[in-house]
């Protein structure tokens, strides 16, 4: 009887116990979840959350710029290849770019054109710019819708004599002396800084110098009045024109009157040289096809019937075409279409290059961080974070 007494009394004694426990964890429960809401976890205020912001992105840069500073080699190999790829397409890019700018600036650019010769020979057809003397003034005579037309001939190789205060200079020019009209000013879009375009080149013994040229043989801008010598003939400059730009087909230094050569020029319609060149301008709202629609009539008034030649003809060439149209000269160098799209592929190439190899040596680099990124992540970094500071890498680089 007494044990079994004894045994109740230790069943209701374990059974207090679990409660008290009970009560004890539930108390402590209680207490860890007011302790949660001290001040450290409170959500921060706007203005630390950007200061933090701010810290870590310069932790992010501090060590980035450390691991590349540490890794000089891997550092080295990939800057130098990621320069040298971006620069070449990017010098590429320009040259493509400045050959498609020549002669866009003119503002009637768009009714600019250029009359060149085709002729057909025993192995295809031959292809020149050069024109007869006699083309202009026949074509603005003839073909109706031409505004203005002129002629223009390019000369090498120059001799120049300057009379500059009671002395006699000499200078062998390789390039730069044209023979034109006036109409050249009406149609191209090159300033005269001193002087009258409209009275200039009128008469014969006239010249235009440019302002480079006006510095070098008299020491001054304004060399109206001065005269100079070219192949035994003097000329009075009239007027001073602003320096070429670089995209030009025009690199004109030196215009003397087209008048003072004119009568004992060579009309005959067979004789032709590349460096004789003929321009016109398209009047408003004129159609082009009319003109060349025209020129097929003219081509047998002229060119038949002075020589016979039913073989050649006439093609009009617009002036955003002459840098490019590999089939015809100009006053200067080309950059075919042929030579843009070359270089424009090999740009492009070349940047992909740069950028697969710069992918090869981040992702090959990556690999030995894994250490590095599994600490991090112990340490509390997430996912965001890790991808962040990579990114932050390759922006320094």
Known sequence: MADYIEGDLMEVYQRQKVKSGKRKADLRFIIDVLLLFRPGIIRPAEGYKKSNNSIMIKSYFKTGWRNLLHNKGYSAINIAGLTL????????FLLV?????????HAKGDRIFRVVSESKGNEGYNYTQGIPRALPDALKEDISGIEEAIFISYRRENLITVYNQNQVRKYK???????????FFKIFDRRILIGSATKSLNDANEAIISEKWASKYFGKQDAVGELIEYDNVQYKITAVMEDFPDNTDLPFDLILSYATIKRSANQNWGDVSDSDNCYFLLKQNESIASIEKQLTFFVKKYVAANDGESNGSYIIQPLYKIHSDNRFGNYNTKLPVEAQIAFSVIGIFLLIT???????????EAVK?????GIRKVLGSSRAQLVYQFMVEAFIV
């Open 85 to 92: 790829g971006i620069t070449c397409s990017i010098i590429l």
């Open 97 to 105: 770019k400045k050959g498609n700018s020549y002669d866009t600036y």
């Open 173 to 183: 020019e390789p390039k730069g002396v044209a023979f034109t009209e006036p109409a």
């Open 354 to 364: 740069a950028c697969i190899n710069f992918i090869n040596l981040v992702t090959a």
């Open 369 to 373: 961080r894994t250490r590095e990124v």
